[in-house]
């Protein structure tokens, strides 16, 4: 065996190897486990919210798309499904209504489920299958409005179709919720029969794709060069929609978790391997008066450290595999799905942090250890050339390039490093004050008080060093749980239990008398009436949209279409003025709105509103949380502009599962209202972030037990200098309890001090997260200033007492010969 | 047949930085030590005599002059060639022992063989301690050892590489009178028994006595003492 191995395996029995491969397994478990979980969430809801989107992945076209990219990928073993959307008039006997039909592939919906009934107005099943060629499905609404039922015949251009089940929602409609025309759905074998769709026809194609990610990542990466203005790559998670947004937050959150963890994995390395330098010195310069070439030495630390890195690297991340899997194990009675299996590919970050941790913080240390003076055999006392700084930059830099790698981005890295920066610094002014003011006042050692105080200044380097240790820990903990918590209480605070979950729209002025009473009686929650009348911006500031954008499909959404406006007095809850005055006699306009078209305030646009032109300026500025499930308007006019245009009227409201059915009979006599049904979606997002709260609660515990561990170690490395001077004042008359209350005192000092300066830390770091970061209202986190000093002081002195206590009781003569 | 010369002193000096500007701890020396001879270096604490013995034995390098040991001049040798040096004719024993903690008696004396390559380092150390009344305590790890017992270790590990000289600091420093006498009659013994120069620091008369020659360190200069 090489001396190197040998040498090793001596070691173990000395504990400092051990201590070194303990801080590399909690650095590798922790990342892994995290990365792993974080991996397996983000697989879990893009499947959930694949249901959504009845695809994995969707590409939206307003025009055929090309043939070769169903080859492609059909060819990259891809599942695809194809929908043809249009507006058409479907004839029943006399009849007619023009309604939104889509026809579909029989493999549509790759995801999720149509949700259809037998019964007019029903609340529907799940059902996985389009319509079979020559059958149609029709919303209750268009049934009622054609007057047919199931088995009815009804003309789409050409083609006669059988009504089969009436539709209640289709998977993918979501983004169409204020699709005004009843929808239909029919199988797309049919379609050419119909000759509905004719060139010049305004049809919205789709193709849906399904299957492994790498494939899907393979084939997004081949047509996203292909796209033209027309045509949109969509995915499940993508941000926009409550579920994305939603999402992305618990990602960040992870994501920080992440980067918190491998600084506390920074932190128990250079830990470790400080320590693990410093009980190697003398073993060094011995080896060297031996006959230790500097070679030798680096050959034999080089081999323990690889030995060392291996095992710690595959120990770390079966740790890490296991840990995860506890997690989610933990986890799977709360989802309602299970998660997909971990990736093992994510394993690599794991490795990398345990290797990049291992250069930054143990290479530059052993290269100290290696430069050891034989001399100091003689003169125990002699000084190693070192630089700290220099040593630690490495260590630093190491850490922010992981971190860079962990977040593939540089602001998150960032934030932390000019905080531990701050920190630092503030640290060392405070720790240096507050030390020398502990000194002064206390003058001669006759207390425990006394001399635990005193021992604060007298090793003022040492101790400066710890407190920011200490404060960094604490603190790492502290913005994880003010994240957590405000994160969760954000997101509970978006949707209510009696959050609208059925829009009403089409509704006439006469009818709303009536549906105030059906939903008084059944107890409903609703919104405000709002009345919409339908209206197109035809210019902005004189000059025509055609002039603006020549190109039409690069044109602003407001632009592009007929738009919904309205007239308020006053803004719903999910709106907010940002500038100008809504009372003014001018146009309100929705903030994103706005910033597409570079409108701002006294910009004038004119809109063709029933064949009449109307002028007016922007007199105000707010914004909409399109997510609120409330009626929402790009646009707000004054009532003089639009009182006397027929309007229809909208609304919102909470609808239960015990009256939902009553509330649809009691409808179905206004056959001309329309309902649209958002509760599945609703439900999901509920559901989801149930899950997140969930997942996000367990990896914040996961951390803080790492983060207690590495804080255990970090008490335990400065525990034996200050056990020395114990054993030293005892052998000179001091009883165990001054030695002991000189110890809880000096631990306990650190704690509070570095407590307060964490909590301190962790209020500035959380308002820079919650503005810059996951862009919610910054709040003060009173909890974090008791809960820091206070975790500070038990378990800093806690430990530090608890592990002194054993040491206590053995004779100081043999400590002192141990030392 | 002409002895040959173990170490060789041409006007050796050293200066260390200390807080008060530059400290001049060796001045001028020079001497020579024998194949074989035994020479202990005395004088009061700080005078410089643990200095010049790490300077003789290439732990560190001197300010000017030359230390040549075995043929062999330091001041054109750099640390790797140094230490090739030590493990091929240098033994070292030292006052607070420097046994390493982690490992057993039998496994500090096995090192310097082992540092060598050498197979054998088992069998050779378990002999040595034996020699040094040590057989039923190879497995002790040093602090399960007395001062005395870690001391008489150390000379054992010391002798393990065959060196052709040893370098004693203090070695009966750390230790009471009657172990103190049981160390330096295995020294000797052992010196003897193997044809080693010894080249020790004292502050023990009696210890110094027993050397063949004796050099005072006063100063930072070296004074013959007759």
Redesign the interface.
Same mark, same amino acid.
């Given at each position: 065996m090489h001396l190197a191995l040998r040498l090793m395996l001596r070691d173990l029995r000395s504990g400092d190897i051990l201590t070194l491969l303990l801080a590399l397994i909690i650095s590798v478990s922790t990342v892994t486990s995290i990365s792993l979980f974080i991996d397996r969430l983000q697989l879990s809801f893009e499947q959930e919210s694949a249901n959504l989107l009845a695809a994995d992945r969707l590409i939206r076209s307003d025009d055929v798309m090309p043939n070769n990219w169903q080859s492609k990928a059909r060819k990259l073993s891809l599942h695809i499904a194809e929908s043809t959307s249009f507006r058409t008039m479907i004839f029943a006997g006399d009849r007619l209504q023009l309604s939104q039909l889509s026809a579909v592939t029989d493999s549509y919906p790759l995801k999720g489920a149509y949700l259809v009934d037998d019964t007019l107005f029903g609340t529907g099943h799940p059902f996985t299958k389009p319509p079979e060629k020559g059958k149609i499905w029709l919303s209750s609404r268009l049934a009622s409005l054609l007057a047919v039922s199931i088995g009815d015949e009804i003309d789409v251009g050409e083609s006669k179709l059988t009504v089969a089940k009436y539709l209640v929602r289709d998977p993918g409609s979501s983004s169409s919720a204020f699709a005004l025309s009843p929808r239909a759905v029919m199988n797309s074998a049919d379609l050419a029969a119909t000759q509905v769709v004719i060139p010049g026809s305004r049809v919205r194609y789709a193709l849906l794709l399904a299957g492994k990610r790498s494939d899907l990542d393979n084939y997004e990466a081949w047509v996203t060069p292909q796209l033209n203005s027309g045509q949109r790559w969509q995915t499940p998670t993508q941000k926009g929609n409550r579920i994305g947004d939603t999402i992305a937050k618990a990602e960040s959150f992870l994501l920080l978790t992440g980067t918190l963890a491998v600084i506390l994995s920074g932190i128990a390395m250079a830990l470790a391997s400080a320590r693990f330098v410093k009980r190697h010195l003398m073993q060094v310069a011995v080896l060297k008066t031996l006959g230790a070439t500097p070679k030798t030495l680096i050959n034999v630390f080089l081999i323990q450290f690889t030995v060392l890195f291996v095992i710690g690297a595959l120990i770390g991340l079966a740790a890490g595999w296991i840990i995860q899997g506890l997690i989610a194990s933990l986890l799977s009675d709360l989802m309602s799905t299970s998660l997909p299996a971990p990736s093992p590919s994510r394993l690599w970050l794991g490795i990398a942090t345990g290797l990049i941790s291992m250069l930054a913080f143990c290479v530059p240390l052993l290269q100290r250890l290696i430069k050891t003076s034989p001399m100091s055999v003689l003169h125990p006392k002699l000084k190693i050339e070192q630089n700290t700084l220099v040593i630690y930059s490495i260590g630093f830099i190491g850490m922010y390039g992981l971190m860079c790698l962990y977040t593939k981005g540089f602001l998150l890295p960032s934030i932390m490093t000019i905080a531990i920066f701050g920190i630092g610094l503030i640290v060392t002014l405070l720790g240096w004050m507050v030390f020398k003011l502990g000194r002064s006042l206390t003058s001669g050692a006759t207390s425990g008080w006394q001399i635990g105080l005193a021992s604060l200044y007298r090793r003022l380097v040492p101790n400066l060093f710890q407190l920011l240790v200490f404060t960094l820990i604490i603190m790492l903990g502290l913005i994880l749980l003010g994240v957590k918590t405000s994160l969760v209480a954000d997101w509970q605070n978006q949707l209510p239990a009696d959050t609208p979950n059925h829009y009403l729209f089409n509704v006439q002025a006469n009818q709303i008398d009536h549906i105030n009473i059906a939903t008084e009686q059944l107890g409903i929650i609703k919104s405000d009436w709002y009345p919409m009348v339908r209206g197109r911006i035809i210019s902005a500031n004189g000059q025509s949209i055609q002039t603006l954008y020549p190109e039409d499909k690069s044109e602003p959404e407001i632009y592009s279409r007929e738009l919904n406006l309205t007239w308020a007095e006053s803004l719903g809850k999910a709106s907010q003025l940002v500038s100008g005055d809504l009372s003014a006699h001018g146009l309100s306009i929705e903030q994103r709105a706005a910033q597409e078209t570079n409108l701002s305030l006294g910009d004038e646009l004119t809109l063709n509103i029933g064949g009449n032109m109307i002028t007016l300026p922007i007199t105000s500025i707010r914004t909409v949380d399109w997510s609120s499930m409330q009626p929402n308007f790009f646009l707000i006019l004054p009532k003089k502009a639009l009182q006397d245009y027929p309007a229809n009227f909208v609304s919102s409201l909470f609808i239960n599962d015990a009256n939902a059915q009553t509330f649809y009979k009691a409808m179905s006599q206004f056959p001309t209202v329309s309902i649209l049904n958002v509760g599945d979606i609703l439900k999901q997002v509920q559901t989801i972030i149930g899950q997140l709260s969930q997942a996000i609660e367990l990896v914040l515990l996961c951390i803080l037990i790492a983060g207690a561990i590495v804080l255990l170690a970090s008490v335990r490395a400065t525990l034996e200098e200050r056990l020395e001077e114990g054993a030293l004042l005892r052998v000179l008359g001091a009883r165990k309890a001054l030695v002991q209350q000189a110890l809880f005192v000096e631990f306990g000092a650190l704690g509070l001090f570095s407590g307060l300066i964490a909590a301190a830390g962790a209020e500035a770091c959380l308002y820079g997260l919650q503005v810059f970061v996951f862009k919610s209202q910054a709040a003060w986190h009173p909890l974090l200033w008791g809960l820091g000093p206070l975790i500070g002081v038990c378990i800093i002195s806690g430990i530090g007492l608890f592990a002194s206590r054993t040491v206590l009781k053995v004779p100081p003569m043999h400590l002192l010969r141990d030392f | 047949m002409a002895v040959k010369t173990a170490i060789k002193v041409t006007n050796l000096t050293h200066t260390v930085t200390a807080n008060t500007g530059d400290l001049t701890i060796l001045k001028g020396i020079n001497m020579e030590i024998k194949a074989g001879e035994s020479v202990a270096i005395v004088g009061a604490s700080g005078s410089g005599k643990?200095?010049l013995? %790490?300077l003789l !034995?290439g732990? =560190?390098v001197n300010t000017s002059g030359e230390v040549v040991l075995y043929e062999h001049p330091f001041s054109s040798l750099d640390?790797?060639a140094r !230490?090739?040096i030590? %493990?091929?004719y240098?033994g070292?024993i030292?006052q607070?022992f420097?046994l390493?903690?982690? +490992?057993?008696a039998v496994?500090n004396v096995m090192?310097?063989a082992? +540092?060598? %390559?050498d197979k054998n380092a088992r069998d050779k150390a378990e002999a040595l301690l034996e020699k040094v009344g040590l057989s039923h305590r190879l497995t002790h790890?040093p602090?399960q050892l007395s001062g005395g017992e870690q001391q008489r270790v150390a000379i054992a590990?010391a002798f393990a590489?065959s060196p052709k000289i040893l370098f004693a =600091?203090e070695p009966t420093g750390n230790l009471d009178e009657g172990n103190g006498k049981i160390i330096i009659e295995q020294l000797f013994e052992l010196n003897q028994s193997q044809g080693t120069t010894l080249v020790m620091v004292t502050h023990d008369n009696e210890l110094a006595k027993k050397c063949d020659r004796q050099l005072m360190m006063s100063a930072g200069q070296l004074v013959e003492k007759v």
């Open positions: - | 643990s200095t013995l %790490g !034995a732990l =560190d640390e790797e !230490a090739l030590r %493990g091929q240098v070292f030292f607070s420097h390493l903690p982690s +490992l057993q496994e090192l310097p082992e +540092l060598k %390559g790890y602090n590990r590489s =600091d």
